[in-house]
């Protein structure tokens, strides 16, 4: 694998996490668009990798036409999504693993408006950033999907480590299963980018609204 690339896919895993845990050691309280702002960044600085140094396609990390299929599976996988985390607290309470709710934060944020974009960023970065590159230059690398999907799900699960108590990792976890396992399949964002951005929609709606 070039050095640029093994770079680009440490940068896809960890910067998130790493920024993360940087400002919460510095005591930093940045606001929901400047959150906004960095994970975007970040997204755009590999994207940009992709195509004005590795001089390829985006095509090449999952950003593809979608085929009419994919509607179904966006359908699906949304649908195990919310299953999980519709089910997954009350089975892991029975064996005493705390589970936050994931969006009390939305309260504090200046308005739907912003709680809405904050969803749908998460949903499109966390996607391009834990499934599409990695995943295609470590599958391109080992020609392993065994391989290449464990070693972004346990990435994306401890990134959540930063901020979630143990059973919202556990759900996160089994959710980087179904997004990994889709992708995979697929290999196009579509269907991964819509379920997840859709569920965090959904949340922020039933926040507001519910």
Same mark, same amino acid.
């Given at each position: 694998?070039?050095? /640029?690339?093994?770079?680009?896919?440490? /940068?896809?895993? #960890?910067?998130?996490?790493?920024?993360?845990? @940087?400002? &919460?050691?510095?005591?930093?309280?940045?606001?929901?668009?400047?959150?906004?702002?960095?994970?975007?960044?970040?997204? *755009?600085?590999?994207?940009?990798?992709?195509?004005?140094?590795?001089?390829?396609?985006?095509?090449?990390?999952?950003?593809?036409?979608?085929?009419?299929? &994919? #509607?179904?599976? #966006? /359908?699906?996988?949304?649908? +195990?999504?919310?299953?999980? !985390?519709?089910?997954?607290?009350?089975?892991?309470?029975? %064996?005493? @693993?705390? +589970?936050? &709710?994931?969006?009390?934060? *939305?309260?504090?944020?200046?308005?739907?408006?912003?709680?809405?974009?904050?969803?749908?960023?998460?949903?499109?970065?966390?996607?391009?950033?834990?499934?599409?590159?990695? @995943?295609?230059?470590?599958?391109?690398?080992? &020609?392993?999907?065994?391989?290449?999907?464990?070693?972004?799900? %346990? %990435? !994306?699960?401890?990134? =959540?480590?930063?901020?979630?108590?143990?059973?919202? %990792? +556990?759900?996160?976890?089994?959710?980087?299963?179904?997004?990994?396992?889709?992708?995979?399949?697929?290999?196009?964002? !579509?269907? /991964?980018?819509?379920? =997840?951005?859709?569920?965090?929609?959904?949340?922020? #709606?039933?926040?507001?609204?519910?």
């Amino acid at each position: 694998m070039p050095t /640029v690339t093994q770079l680009t896919v440490a /940068v896809a895993l #960890l910067a998130l996490p790493v920024l993360v845990a @940087l400002i &919460d050691a510095l005591g930093l309280t940045p606001g929901p668009l400047a959150e906004v702002a960095l994970q975007w960044t970040v997204a *755009l600085a590999v994207l940009g990798v992709v195509v004005g140094v590795e001089d390829r396609p985006l095509a090449s990390v999952g950003v593809r036409r979608p085929a009419w299929r &994919d #509607l179904a599976y #966006l /359908v699906g996988t949304a649908a +195990v999504v919310l299953a999980v !985390f519709v089910v997954g607290p009350t089975v892991l309470a029975t %064996v005493g @693993l705390p +589970v936050a &709710d994931g969006v009390s934060s *939305l309260e504090s944020t200046p308005g739907i408006g912003v709680a809405l974009v904050g969803a749908v960023t998460t949903g499109v970065v966390e996607e391009v950033l834990y499934r599409g590159y990695p @995943l295609e230059r470590l599958l391109e690398y080992t &020609d392993s999907a065994v391989v290449a999907g464990t070693l972004t799900v %346990v %990435v !994306f699960t401890l990134a =959540h480590l930063v901020t979630w108590p143990i059973g919202n %990792v +556990v759900l996160v976890a089994t959710v980087s299963v179904v997004l990994t396992v889709v992708y995979l399949r697929r290999r196009t964002l !579509f269907p /991964v980018v819509g379920a =997840h951005a859709g569920i965090w929609a959904l949340a922020v #709606l039933g926040q507001y609204y519910g």
